[in-house]
């Protein structure tokens, strides 16, 4: 049977995708219910493939490739697997340069995509993911030294950063303050209250970070908050991007790994706990639980959940809707104003859900 593609133009063709990957393609096919970063490669009795375009270039390209090879060797080595065989190419390595972009391929899997608003979903997906980061640390020496990264991240930048954000986004929306378009108008009736969320943010993470310091000055003791650990992350936890499947016990397929790198794992926690938790008006003892799961199977060092808490209670959604509605100059859009309204709506239950966290979430 001769190959036909439909709408796969700017992905290697038939001849390169055989010369490549020692894969003959019957039939390349846009991935139905997927967007074009992607297409099906169906096989026969090699079965079906998943060939996936990332928009990187230069030092980047290496960089995947070492991450795909060491998530290949963990992800695939854990058992039952966490994320599908990545195929190697016929010569070294898993990306291949083609026309601009950088392309990988992945055994295609079924399942339904997560749905982070169900407490079943977003607890087997952290479950996944500590699996991940545990397995990875015996490879992370080896990935410090080929990717040349530091050994370790500095959790403080990451609070300030989130902080310095909204305040330049504070600033932006100062300077449209004679415009009396009605979004900008709803933004900034609102928007100290957000700001008030990002300080309290800061310093669930600043107050302790300072006492350490200080009995560091003391005592000659280290800081325990000053560096996390580095483990092998997925990098982009959005629904899309894990399939669950119907046995409980199995965990969910992680797709779309052209993120993933060395960072503090918790970073792969906060977008399934955001979204939760915006869905379900932050509920405190779910939250937990799923922490708890996480740490069942990877324990959290003080550093990380210090990160972790700070990076929950800041107001991620609003900023993002905020960032949004200035980059348009504050005209209307649908979108903007469902997620700026939906933002508004639930800040009462995330400053209970902050103060909570500074009662109870005690950073040692």
Known sequence: MNPHSTDTSGFPSASQIREHW??????????????????????????????????????????????LGALNQVGRGLS??????????ADRGHVLRAGGSAFYLMRKVSGRRAD????????????????LHRASVAIVPRLIEALKCDPAADPRRTVVQSLETLDELTERLRRFKRRRRPLLVFARGGHRGFVEL????????ENPWLEHKRREKQDGGENALAACALVLVHGDSHENNYLMVDDADRPPWMLDLESSDLRPGV????????????????????????????????????AEKALLGAQLIHPRHWERSLRSLLKRRGRFKWGTAKNLWRS???LASKRAFAHHLYEHWRVD
Do not use: C, S, T
């Open 116 to 131: 982070f608003r169900r407490f079943g979903d977003v607890l087997r997906v952290a479950r996944a993911q500590a699996r």
């Open 267 to 302: 970073l792969d926690l906060i977008v399934p706990l955001q979204y939760f938790g915006r869905a379900n008006r932050w509920p405190i003892d779910r939250i937990e639980e799923i922490v708890a799961a996480y740490e069942a199977i990877r324990p959290l060092g003080p």
């Open 344 to 346: 508004r709506r639930e």
């Open 22 to 67: 020692r894969l003959v393609p019957l039939r390349i096919r846009p991935l139905r219910a997927g967007h074009g970063a992607q297409v099906v490669l169906e096989a026969g009795e090699a079965g079906d493939w998943v060939l996936k375009r990332a928009r990187i270039k230069g030092r980047q390209l290496e960089r995947l490739d070492i991450v």
């Open 198 to 205: 990002a300080r309290a943010a800061f310093e669930f993470f």
């Open 80 to 89: 039952p697997p966490l994320m599908p065989e990545i195929r190697p190419l």
